[in-house]
């Protein structure tokens, strides 16, 4: 029983990262919060990988320079650091991409709240429907 | 210590606060990363997390503004459905294999082929370089074409186009 | 702008030993941890901390706007074209051992050293194009404010 929570216990803190950043993404009206949530989510995510990697007693997967490989060294397995180098690299070009709409945002709205953003959308589109309205018989 | 950085950001609405501790966050998953034999890994992460994320989202706030409005809604909700989803993944995890067991199935797969073949196949030390150029070289062109598309994103959304598009706007008014 | 003379210093100091820095993870990235994404990155960072405290006008002196466009371009280029070279040679797509027939394994090597080239050549081109495009949006507030 105590092997099995130790064992496990990544797992649990991962979980609780992940939910961290997905409270940040959903409960807070900031856009660059919402970003910096969705940050640590994915962040979340690849420790998640990387651990499933992880071999008890194992050692980076970098042989000698010379090549004679010891078969008795254990080596973690390399194939999640692949994926998850990866997806950092694309994970920064896609947060640049959401800060770069941000700043967009920011210049048309002039706010980057989201309550803000919808209240201006909401007058926009009741204004809209009432010129509108009125060149189409009085009903918006 | 992550779980209380992210906590941390969690409750800040300063936002110079939360990029600094996000950067701090990002070095710290690095040292984990390091823990877990990552290496190549933990570079990046301190690379990118720390460094260029940083600087951007500084950036960004330095373009918008700096102090978080506080929310009216309550957090009860999101709070609930958060702790709800925890749960459910928790409660997936019960059935993981013990961390670093050498018999989980990730480790059964194509992982120690890769390990044993590269060895006299590739010939290059570094086997996570290996891998990544050579075994899955499609997946890391198709991934650098996400890069390319992001970085041709961002220059549409906020580079160049507006003074362009600036004449245009003179003629229609 | 004028930022503390210690801070301008330190930068001279650091960028040329950071692109050195860049350059070993790229060549080197067989033997040990790195590659084209760490270079990449920390090739692009050069150039961004010089901007920070120089000014946006004089890294476009050093490396225009255009020239930086280019390389986002050349880096998937030289990825793509290392696989077309392959397939010319009657190999498969991205298949390094056409380089050298008579020792597949030295073709790898430069297999992985050309496509590791294209990944840093693009991820550099992207990072410095973001951070361009950025910085040179009418900042909203003054230094003071911070």
Known sequence: MWEFIVGHLNYWLFCVLMMTGLYIVVARGNLVKKIVGLNIFQTAVFMLYISMGKIAGGTAPIFPTDMNVDPNVVYSNPLPHVLILTAIVVGIATTSLGLALVVRIREEYDTIEEEDILHIERDIVTAENQSHGGAMGGRA | MLVATAIAIAKMDRLFAVVMLSGVFSLLAALLFVNMDAVDVAFTEAAVGAGI?????????????????????????????????????????????????????????VGPEYLENSQHEIGVPNVVTAILASYRGYDTLGETAVVFTAGIGVLLLISGLRRRRDPDEEEDT | ???????????????????????????HGDYSPGGGFQAGVIMAVAFIIYGIVFGLRKVHAVLPPWLVHKLVALG?????????????QGYEFLNYGSLTPHHPEHGQHWGILAVEAGVGITVTGVMIAIYYAFAARPPRMSDEEW
């Open chain 2, 53 to 109: 994320s940083t600087v951007l989202m500084l950036g960004t706030i330095a373009l918008t503004s700096r102090v978080e409005k506080p929310s009216t809604q309550s957090p009860l909700i999101p709070l609930a459905a958060c702790i709800v989803t925890g749960a459910a993944l928790i409660y997936g995890t019960l059935d993981m294999p013990n961390f670093g067991d050498p018999n989980a199935p990730v480790h059964t797969h």
């Open chain 3, 1 to 27: 702008m004028r930022h503390h003379l210690i801070l301008r210093v330190i930068v001279k100091l650091l960028v040329s030993t950071m692109i050195l820095y860049a350059l070993y993870v790229q060549f």
């Open chain 3, 76 to 88: 998937v280029l030289v990825y793509g074209g290392t696989g077309v070279v392959n397939m010319l």
